[in-house]
């Protein structure tokens, strides 16, 4: 399979703005001959092997200098989208990449839409879907841990998985329809059985996979904290210390903290978002109950709460009993605060921690991080899904799996088998983009930065 988009495509490829250099990069068909009615270096760039760079002058339509750059030539199918491709190292001013593009929009290229690029290389057969998710994914990364997951997607291992769960499928699914062609009447009930058998494997793994999803989720996205307790207990101040900065407000006034503060932490390539609720008590004052909603909102919305006390006030019960209502309880840790004012205090908890000194603050994000993930740990090399759009495709494909083992349970025609066996093939083709509409891809791509 080889589409050759005929649009020869540009865009900028390294970040906008001032830098030491900039790359702008070119693709399709025509690209090559293309660039070299704008270049002048040595040779000619369509002579030139795949692979190369070439020292030469942009010029502009009246002859004169644009810019010095350096031209790396990809020739098709070894190139990123798998088409010819040029990549021009300009000088990094925005005035002079603006002019090499209008330049080669000029003689015939036209501005790349957001991850055409990328898309090109999937149309092209270089990458299947999820790997061009991955590279998304890639350049959204800001912790070690969603990197890697990235890293592993693009190298193909959910894809490998994927792809083993589909050859599984058109394995039983012939075995079905052979049955189907000699067979007079019924299935033979040995061969049903041994399919019964294999759908059965494959449900199994099909399960493992969703199962990845909260893990892969989190190593993606990272952990949503909620900070919930009464006034003053020290939510700002445990904000404060993470952060080592004073960003949030401490005070001695109960209260002063009306607006949700969000602020991220990495820690051990965990990426933690905190959120400082103004707490859920109820209140008069109109700014403070918008503050409570939101509240609210965040609460439901975190992957898991700090439900903080302090050795003062104590614990909370009746805080504790509300905050029950808003989430599930094994999502709440109870947590006190201020220890270093009474380092044996009796205070029912799970953590002990002073956000003035740093005591147990550690403790504090092992426990936040196993409530959040649970103890299941993933090996390097196992195929772990973080993309909703993956999750949902294999949702639909175990429930077609469903449907065709009731099927079998309730001896109906090889026909209904057949079918829900080849539906559950496809669900799981559309996460490595087997089977897509232009709406899918474009949604996809369309979360892609201009240039990738
Ligand atoms: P918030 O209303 O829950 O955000 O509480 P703040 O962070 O504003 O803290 C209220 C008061 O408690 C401030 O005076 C803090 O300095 C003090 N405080 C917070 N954490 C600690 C702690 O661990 N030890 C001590 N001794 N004081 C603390
Ligand atoms: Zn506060």
Do not use: W
Request: aromatic share 6%.
């Amino acid at each position: 399979m080889f589409i050759q988009d005929e649009d020869t495509i540009v865009a900028l490829a390294t970040a906008s703005g001032v830098g030491a250099i900039s790359v702008i990069r070119i693709s399709g068909e025509k690209s090559i001959e293309l660039v070299d009615e704008v270049f002048s270096g040595k040779i000619k760039l369509v002579d030139a092997h795949t692979h190369t760079i070439h020292y030469g002058k942009i010029i502009d339509s009246k002859n004169e200098l644009i810019d010095d750059v350096l031209v790396s030539v990809f020739k098709a199918p070894h190139s990123y989208t798998g088409e010819n491709s040029i990549e021009i190292s300009s000088h990094g001013s925005s005035l002079i990449v603006k002019k090499i593009i209008e330049r080669l929009i000029e003689v015939g290229a036209r501005l790349a839409e957001p991850g055409e690029f990328t898309k090109r290389a999937f149309l092209n057969g270089r990458i299947d879907l999820a790997q061009a998710e991955a590279v998304a994914d890639i350049i959204n990364s800001r912790t070690e841990a969603s990197l890697r997951g990235a890293r592993n997607q693009l190298d193909g291992l959910l894809s490998q998985k994927v792809n083993f769960l589909r050859n599984s499928l058109i394995n039983s699914s012939s075995l079905i329809e052979l049955e189907l062609d000699f067979a007079e009447e019924d299935l033979e009930f040995v061969s049903l059985n041994k399919v019964m058998n294999q759908l059965q494997e494959i449900e199994f793994e099909i399960d493992k996979l969703i199962s990845t999803y909260n893990f892969g989720r989190i190593i993606k996205d990272g952990i949503n904290v909620a900070l919930v307790g009464k006034p003053n207990v020290g939510k700002s101040s445990l904000l404060n210390y993470l952060l080592k900065e004073k960003r949030a407000i401490v005070s001695e006034i109960p209260g002063t903290t009306r607006d949700i503060i969000r602020e991220e932490v990495n820690i051990d390539g965990i990426l933690f978002t905190l959120y400082d609720t103004a707490g859920i008590r109820e209140t008069e004052d109109v700014i403070e109950k918008e503050g409570v909603n939101r509240s609210v909102e965040t609460i439901k919305n975190s992957d898991v709460v700090i439900f903080l006390n302090d050795v003062q006030s104590g614990f909370s019960n009746k805080l504790f009993e509300k905050l029950k209502t808003y989430t599930n309880e094994d999502r709440i840790i109870k947590v006190v605060n201020k220890i270093d004012l009474d380092p044996n205090t009796k205070i029912n908890c799970e953590v002990k921690i002073s956000a003035k000194t740093g005591e147990g603050i550690d403790t504090l994000f092992k426990v936040l991080k196993e409530k959040a993930i649970g103890s299941e740990t993933y090996s390097e090399k196992s195929a772990i899904v973080s993309n909703i759009r993956h999750l949902d495709a294999l949702k639909r494909a175990k429930q077609f799996l469903e449907n065709a083992k009731e099927s079998i349970k309730e001896k109906l025609s090889g026909e209904f088998i057949a079918v829900d066996l080849r539906n559950a093939e496809s669900a799981l083709g559309e996460i490595i983009g087997r089977v897509t509409s232009d709406d899918i891809l474009n949604n996809i791509f369309m979360k892609f930065c201009i240039g990738k």
